[in-house]
């Protein structure tokens, strides 16, 4: 079995409170892109057997994969056989578009049909949280309003069909732990899920991402990046979660390729 674990961007990123675990309380849209992995599962006989191609993961961090980790704790509920997982990455890493947590979700939703297991979504979603903050929205994979660790999902209905988007990463890694502990947490005089629906050429004004204040200070060139993105005619631009992954969304298709020549770029019709 194949399939394509998705990636998503946030559009406006509001950090509201600081909890007693020590994750922190947002409010943000997540948004799917078709930008993905591949993701391949077959039956073992023997060992469980995880493998990945594309883009390099260190040994520790493959080892430590988070789509092991989803395998083993559907296993905690459910007998599963060893199988081989490969996993081949295209989405950039430490970008902030979610693509560990889309694996992981993949991987739960993958097996729940391989295995005929018929786990319902609510059960997929208990699991996928137990594996990431992030992972439940890739088990509905649906534009969604999500608080709390990010975790707490609500279905949005706003239309950015006809908008094209140009997605630039730099190749930096942002450090999310250490990002959060540099922002000072507030509750937002704007409401998110009432902004995203006015035109998204008010957006810029309007919709924000708390992480850009420290992110950009910290990594100038990603700031300038969103710059570019404006200079170029985008209507509305972003960093997408921690960073660095920015997004424009532009009215006409248009081509940065010179502009971005030294970076990650892809785009696509929404």
Same mark, same amino acid.
């Given at each position: 079995?194949? #399939?394509?674990?998705?990636?998503?961007?946030?559009?406006?990123?509001?950090?509201?409170?600081?909890?007693?675990?020590? *994750?922190?309380?947002?409010?943000?849209?997540?948004?799917?892109?078709?930008?993905?992995?591949?993701?391949?599962?077959?039956?073992?006989? #023997?060992?469980?057997?995880?493998?990945?191609?594309?883009?390099?993961?260190?040994?520790?961090?493959?080892?430590?994969?988070?789509?092991?980790?989803?395998?083993?704790?559907?296993?905690?509920?459910?007998?599963?056989?060893?199988?081989?997982?490969?996993?081949?990455?295209?989405?950039?890493?430490?970008?902030?578009?979610?693509?560990?947590?889309?694996?992981?979700?993949?991987?739960?939703?993958?097996?729940?049909?391989?295995?005929?297991?018929?786990?319902? #979504?609510?059960?997929?979603?208990?699991?996928?949280?137990?594996?990431?903050?992030?992972?439940?929205?890739?088990?509905?994979?649906?534009?969604? *309003?999500?608080?709390?660790?990010?975790?707490?999902?609500?279905?949005? #209905?706003?239309?950015?069909?006809?908008?094209?988007?140009?997605?630039?990463?730099?190749?930096?890694?942002?450090?999310?732990?250490?990002?959060?502990?540099?922002?000072?947490?507030?509750?937002?005089?704007?409401?998110?899920?009432?902004?995203?629906?006015?035109?998204?050429?008010?957006?810029?004004?309007?919709?924000?991402?708390?992480?850009?204040?420290?992110?950009?200070?910290?990594?100038?060139?990603?700031?300038?990046?969103?710059?570019?993105?404006?200079?170029?005619?985008?209507?509305?631009?972003?960093?997408?979660?921690?960073?660095?992954?920015?997004?424009?969304?532009?009215?006409?298709?248009?081509?940065?390729?010179?502009? *971005?020549?030294?970076?990650?770029?892809?785009?696509?019709?929404?």
């Amino acid at each position: 079995m194949i #399939n394509f674990p998705n990636a998503k961007i946030n559009i406006g990123l509001n950090i509201t409170e600081k909890r007693k675990d020590g *994750f922190h309380n947002i409010e943000t849209i997540f948004y799917p892109i078709k930008l993905s992995d591949i993701l391949e599962i077959k039956y073992l006989k #023997n060992n469980f057997l995880f493998n990945t191609t594309g883009i390099s993961i260190d040994e520790g961090s493959r080892d430590n994969n988070i789509c092991i980790k989803a395998y083993h704790l559907l296993k905690n509920h459910c007998t599963l056989p060893p199988v081989h997982m490969h996993l081949h990455k295209n989405i950039p890493i430490g970008a902030g578009l979610g693509g560990g947590s889309s694996d992981a979700a993949f991987t739960l939703k993958m097996l729940n049909s391989r295995m005929k297991l018929n786990l319902s #979504n609510e059960v997929l979603l208990k699991i996928a949280e137990e594996t990431g903050s992030d992972c439940p929205f890739f088990i509905l994979n649906k534009p969604s *309003f999500a608080t709390k660790k990010g975790n707490a999902l609500f279905p949005v #209905n706003f239309n950015l069909k006809g908008y094209f988007l140009v997605l630039v990463y730099s190749f930096i890694q942002v450090n999310t732990a250490a990002a959060y502990q540099k922002t000072k947490p507030q509750q937002s005089s704007e409401k998110l899920t009432y902004r995203i629906n006015q035109p998204v050429e008010t957006w810029k004004e309007h919709i924000k991402n708390d992480f850009e204040k420290v992110i950009f200070n910290d990594y100038p060139e990603i700031k300038k990046i969103k710059d570019q993105l404006y200079d170029s005619g985008a209507v509305y631009a972003s960093m997408s979660g921690s960073g660095s992954a920015v997004y424009g969304f532009f009215r006409d298709k248009v081509d940065l390729k010179t502009e *971005f020549s030294h970076y990650f770029v892809w785009t696509e019709w929404l």
